[in-house]
């Protein structure tokens, strides 16, 4: 627990130094939802990328999208284990535990990224990766329940998907209003 928390402050403190965020990254990532490891350890780890996430700087747009990625593609493999739960298939179930700290993740990056561009086009490349997300968790529900033919009702699925309303909306919040 430590150890991944001080690697996490470190990857923060020393973001302007070349390759230490990025190799920390390599580091979470191949520690992050192995087979023998620790649920607590795999949340700490979400949530120390997500601060990475929130303290990148111009330099480090290649760690915030590996990250995004994680998180995306996480999140998808474990709604897929809430839609599919007889398939018995370990690798999306062993995500269904991080689920929850990667949305919190997402609505701390949400809430606390700083955007220095102009046209604040990193809050707008966020909401676009946010909205993505929630399309794919939607189609993912819709596949599966497609392909299983299951009795499931529809709003059954929903609630995967609303769990992403309020870290869009604190992004929304945030933009300001379009003139003209």
């Known amino acids: 627990k430590n150890t991944i928390l ?3 402050h470190i990857a923060v403190a020393l973001r302007h130094e070349e390759k230490v965020t990025e190799n920390i990254l390599i580091f ?12 607590d350890m795999d949340r700490l780890i979400v949530d120390q990328m997500g601060c990475m996430a929130i303290a990148r700087t111009d330099n480090e747009d290649k760690v915030y999208e590996d990250i995004m990625k994680l998180f995306c593609e996480t999140t998808v493999e474990a709604s897929h284990s809430v839609y599919n739960s007889t398939t018995g298939e ?3 179930q062993e995500y269904s535990h991080v689920s929850g700290a990667i949305i919190n993740a997402l609505a701390n990056v949400a809430a606390n990224m700083i955007d220095s561009t102009e046209n604040g086009a990193r809050t707008a490349d966020l909401l676009v990766k946010l909205l993505e997300l929630f399309v794919n968790l939607g189609l993912e529900g819709k596949r599966t329940l497609d ?8 709003n059954s699925c929903a609630g995967n998907l609303g769990v992403l309303i309020p870290v869009i909306a604190i992004l929304v919040r945030r933009i300001a209003p379009m003139n003209g």
Request: proline content about 4%.
């Open 6 to 8: 001080t690697l996490g």
């Open 28 to 39: 979470f990532q191949q520690k992050f939802c192995r087979s023998h490891s620790n649920p």
């Open 90 to 92: 370990t690798k999306r």
């Open 147 to 154: 392909k299983n033919q299951s009795h499931m009702r529809a």
